[in-house]
């Protein structure tokens, strides 16, 4: 494979396995814009980051694709919101393997769970987004669905959307539960364009985690919503990020947490040892530009390699300090 952003593979070892990555591509076609803090954004054009990706994975030939969710973007008119979807979702089929997706509030903007779900095949329980897979014996997938506790995507008398709009009433005093106007520190973290993980995903998270120790396998935890404040904008977080990580923080089988919504990314590692890598987003990219790379896994470490905007990252399992190819290339921008 051709290595993007300087990264060397470990001498002479061959991968386990390697994965494809892109998140946020959140598609629609209308003009350009901007997003509330002013950055822009290109709507039409991150298909075509999309397009290259596909092109470009279909010539390394990864195992698998993680899509990291917000798959069309919330201003897309909703009259075309299925036609959208069903466009990207053609996009990711090119791609010669399996594609499997993640769900954010983008998406759910645009269409119900019981529409958007079929659509982008998540194995469904009741409505929820959550499952694991174990492409090879070494390693473990678990995708999470960040929007379980949600005020978006469920009908609006759903026990869940009640608990969410129940946990943003006593956590955000704004009249505009988007806005987090006199939220301090993590508190800003409570917004409705956020969600949380339910009390049976949890329980749920902790019987995988049980499994994979038994079976002495890595974890990849994936979650459309960052994980770790280190890693992100406080106001990007996981409502309930730290019960995540209670759960994920009593094993030592999850090695790192990969992550979307937070657009410009961001590298943490946590008092664990467990890293924690944000996605760059497809559509804040401009035309010529790409965000979406490859991940190569072996026994020790993963190591992502970045194309274009994505900035390439080593993750070496045990450590808990932050290895410089990120942070060089982020104070090269």
């Given at each position: 494979?051709?290595?993007?952003?300087?990264?060397?593979?470990?001498?002479?070892?061959?991968?386990?396995?390697?994965?494809?990555?892109?998140?946020?591509?959140?598609?629609?076609?209308?003009?350009?814009?901007?997003?509330?803090?002013?950055?822009?954004?290109?709507?039409?054009?991150?298909?075509?980051?999309?397009q290259?990706?596909?092109?470009?994975?279909?010539?390394?030939?990864?195992?698998?694709?993680?899509?990291?969710?917000?798959?069309v973007?919330?201003?897309?008119?909703?009259?075309?919101?299925?036609?959208?979807?069903?466009?990207?979702?053609?996009?990711?089929?090119?791609?010669?393997?399996?594609?499997?997706?993640?769900?954010g509030?983008?998406?759910?903007?645009?269409?119900p769970?019981?529409?958007?779900?079929?659509?982008?095949?998540?194995?469904?329980?009741?409505g929820?987004?959550?499952?694991?897979?174990?492409?090879?014996?070494?390693?473990?997938?678990?995708?999470?669905?960040?929007?379980?506790?949600?005020?978006?995507?469920?009908?609006?008398?759903?026990?869940?959307t009640?608990?969410?709009?129940?946990?943003?009433q006593?956590?955000?005093?704004?009249?505009?539960?988007?806005?987090?106007?006199?939220?301090?520190?993590?508190?800003?973290?409570?917004?409705?364009?956020?969600?949380?993980?339910?009390?049976?995903?949890?329980?749920?998270?902790?019987?995988?985690?049980?499994?994979?120790?038994?079976?002495?396998?890595?974890?990849?935890?994936?979650?459309?919503?960052?994980?770790?404040?280190?890693?992100?904008?406080?106001?990007?977080l996981?409502?309930?990020?730290?019960?995540?990580?209670?759960?994920?923080?009593?094993?030592?089988?999850?090695?790192?947490?990969?992550?979307?919504?937070?657009?410009?990314?961001?590298?943490?590692?946590d008092?664990?040892?467990?890293?924690?890598?944000?996605l760059?987003?497809?559509?804040?990219?401009?035309?010529?530009?790409?965000?979406?790379?490859?991940?190569?896994?072996?026994?020790?470490?993963?190591?992502?390699?970045?194309?274009?905007?994505?900035?390439?990252?080593?993750?070496?399992?045990?450590?808990?300090?932050?290895?410089?190819?990120?942070?060089?290339?982020?104070?090269?921008?």
């Amino acid at each position: 494979m051709g290595y993007a952003n300087g990264l060397l593979c470990p001498q002479g070892k061959q991968p386990l396995l390697s994965f494809g990555v892109i998140s946020d591509v959140q598609y629609a076609d209308i003009p350009d814009g901007r997003s509330f803090l002013g950055v822009p954004r290109y709507y039409r054009h991150s298909v075509c980051v999309l397009q290259r990706a596909v092109q470009k994975w279909n010539q390394e030939k990864p195992k698998f694709v993680l899509n990291f969710g917000d798959i069309v973007d919330g201003f897309c008119p909703k009259d075309q919101s299925m036609i959208a979807v069903k466009k990207i979702v053609n996009e990711f089929d090119k791609f010669n393997g399996p594609v499997y997706h993640m769900i954010g509030n983008h998406c759910l903007y645009n269409l119900p769970r019981k529409d958007l779900l079929p659509l982008l095949r998540i194995p469904s329980n009741d409505g929820c987004a959550y499952f694991d897979f174990s492409p090879i014996p070494e390693y473990r997938f678990v995708i999470l669905d960040a929007y379980d506790i949600s005020a978006i995507g469920w009908p609006e008398d759903h026990p869940n959307t009640l608990k969410a709009l129940k946990v943003l009433q006593e956590r955000n005093p704004n009249s505009d539960k988007n806005s987090p106007n006199g939220l301090v520190g993590t508190d800003r973290r409570f917004l409705k364009f956020n969600g949380g993980v339910g009390k049976e995903q949890l329980e749920w998270l902790d019987h995988v985690l049980q499994e994979a120790t038994k079976l002495n396998q890595n974890v990849i935890v994936c979650c459309h919503l960052p994980l770790d404040p280190g890693a992100s904008s406080l106001s990007a977080l996981c409502w309930n990020y730290d019960e995540v990580m209670d759960v994920i923080h009593h094993y030592s089988c999850v090695k790192v947490c990969l992550g979307g919504h937070d657009h410009k990314g961001g590298y943490s590692v946590d008092s664990h040892g467990v890293h924690h890598r944000v996605l760059e987003a497809a559509l804040e990219c401009p035309p010529g530009t790409d965000a979406f790379g490859h991940i190569d896994a072996f026994d020790d470490r993963l190591s992502l390699f970045g194309i274009d905007r994505m900035k390439s990252t080593e993750m070496v399992f045990g450590h808990k300090t932050i290895l410089s190819s990120y942070n060089e290339q982020i104070h090269r921008l």
